[in-house]
């Protein structure tokens, strides 16, 4: 059996188990102004990356 190794890579279930699980994602969640906030909930991103991507698409 493989290891796995935790990373910012990893994919969640939803927008809620990215924020639960890794908390450099719910920091830079947080750190966001509420309508930025408002729209990744509705985009529910799945990895840091894609929140991340999604933020900037808003812009």
Known sequence: ???????SSDRH????DLLDQDLSSYEWFYAQPKAV????READPSSFEEMQAAASAFS
């Open 13 to 16: 279930l939803c927008l809620t």
């Open 37 to 40: 906030q408002q729209k990744l």
């Open 1 to 7: 059996m493989a290891d796995r190794h935790a990373s």
